[in-house]
Structures are given as C-alpha cells and as structure tokens.
C-alpha cells in the first residue's frame, strides 16, 4: 500500500488546497526524511499547523499521521534498495549529479511511470473503452501541447487497427471536429492535468452531440475528468527540468498501448489483417537489409 499512498498522492496534487500541497511535495521530495519527522516538525517545515496536516492525511485517503509514516518509511526503504552507485534514483535532479547520473534518474522516472500506470489502471474502464472504440462509427482524438504528440499516436494505431480515427490539436480544428460526433462515437481527450481549456471545450461540445467522452489524465478529480464518461488515470514523476506535462508522455503512451492491444486482442483476427496490410502498403518504402547498410 505505500506504492498506493504515494501514486494517489502524486495524482490529487494538483487538487489539494494550496497548504496541502506544499505538505505534500515535502513528502515526495524525501519520503524518508519525512518519515522520521514528527508531526509538528513537518508541520513547521511546510510553514502550517499540526491540524491542517491531519487533514492532508484523511485528504489522501489515510486515517492519520501514524499511518503515514508507516507508509513513508516503507517507501524509503524501498527506494534505498533500489538505489545504484550512491544515486538515490527516487530523488530530484541535482546541480552536481554527473551525465551517468541523469541518466539513471531519467530511466528509472520513466520506469516507475509506466509501473505505477499499469499497477493501478481501472481494467473496467479499460474494458468499457474498448467496447466503446470497437463499435464506435468514428473516433477523434484530442491532444495539445506536449499531448498532441500521444494523441497522434493513439489515433496512428488505432487506425492500424482498422478503426476510423483522426488526431485533433488545433483548438479550431478540434472544436469542428467535435461538432460533427454523433451518438455511438467517441472522443478521447489526453490532458495531463485535467485542466486545459481547450481539452475541456472539446469534451463539452462532444458530450453535447451524444459522443461517448473519455479522458486519459493523471488527476481523476480533474475538470475534464468530470466531464468524461470514462477516465483513464496516468501515474508520473516531476523532476527538475521535465514538468508534468512531459514526464506523464511516456505513461500516456503507455495507456495508448494497453488500449490499442486490448481491442486487437478483442478482434484478434481482423486486427491481424488490418496490421498486415498496413505492413504490405508500406514495405515498397523500407530498404532491404543489403542495401541500408549501404
């Protein structure tokens, strides 16, 4: 369950109060410093009251401070043991940690991302999604900024697939798009926080066309996660130098992965079809072995 605390805590972020958050990105800075402090000490830290961190604990979903830091503890201990060459892998990137450094704190981010994704994905929406994808008459794809680039991709595979689907970025686009869906369509939306307007405006207008709506975001609490009939919850790491948008990519398309196998599996058949003509249609534009060496 300490995995759980931390994950959960890392998705309700953005929709603690603001004292709240501050108590909790102390936490996730150094769950083991955290967890020998006690509850005035750590109150103090964060510039708040003993009260309003009893109240950050039941907001996590635990009973009170003794519980959290059983969980902290375990979390540390778990994280030293993952630890490699002195790098406490877990931690924030630092002025003097060297290239070698960098670059296990970045594969063990992402790893973690992808972990704690597939550890806690709703298999029932997930198999509502499907079920919505595999008899929907169109499908759109809805993604901007940093998430256009995973939108692109879920609508690439799940045209592969041999479903009807396009990617929307441009707001204007997107919002025409949506005006178009009918009932037994699906829109899929991709935001990291949950909070971005025009991710929100787009999911609204399709809900108002009768489209069955779906979000794939790291905050369940979120605006957009509200107005989705389905909601697909990411797990991802902040670091310096990589904010949430970008370091929740990898377990975005991680989610796009388990979709796009769950509903090929579904349709085994056909799916294999449609993969191999996708395959036949572009083989003439892959160079033989021979000659890329070349």
């Keep these: 369950m300490n995995g759980d605390v931390l994950v959960r805590l890392r998705t309700m972020m ?21 967890a020998e402090m006690t509850i005035s000490e750590l109150a103090q830290l964060c510039g708040t009251s003993e009260t309003t961190v009893t109240r950050f604990c039941r907001s996590i979903g635990l009973r009170g401070y003794a519980q959290l830091r059983l969980h902290l503890a375990a979390e540390a201990e778990r994280l030293r043991a993952d630890d490699r060459a002195d790098t406490v892998l877990g931690g924030d990137i630092g ?41 929907a008459s169109r499908i759109d794809v809805y993604g901007v900024g940093s998430t256009s680039v995973v939108a692109l991709d879920a609508a690439y595979k799940l045209h592969r697939a041999g479903l009807p689907a396009s990617a929307w970025s441009d707001v204007h686009a997107a919002l025409m798009s949506a005006s178009a869906l009918r009932g037994g369509d699906v829109a899929l ?14 999911l609204a207008e399709a809900k108002r066309r009768g489209a069955t ?61 449609a993969i191999e003509r996708a395959h036949d249609a572009v083989r003439g534009h892959v160079l033989p072995p021979e000659r890329a060496a070349q």
């Design 189 to 202: 939306a991709i935001s990291h926080s949950g909070r971005t307007r025009e991710i929100l405006d787009v």
């Design 95 to 135: 002025r003097e940690d060297t290239l070698s450094d960098l670059i296990k704190k970045v594969g063990y981010a992402d790893a973690r991302a992808v972990e704690d994704t597939v550890a806690h994905l709703d298999v029932a929406v997930l198999e509502g999604l499907v079920t919505a994808l595999l008899g």
């Design 213 to 273: 709506t779906a979000v794939i975001t790291s905050n369940p609490q979120s605006p957009a996660a509200a107005r989705a009939d389905l909601v697909l919850t990411t797990a991802a790491r902040e670091t310096t130098f990589r904010s949430g948008g970008t370091a929740s990519r990898t377990a975005q398309l991680t989610v796009v992965d388990c979709v796009f196998v769950a509903l090929s599996h579904r349709r085994y058949d056909e799916s294999l079809e």
């Design 14 to 34: 953005a929709s603690l109060p603001r004292a709240e958050q501050a108590i909790a990105r102390r936490v996730l800075d150094d769950p083991g410093a955290a």
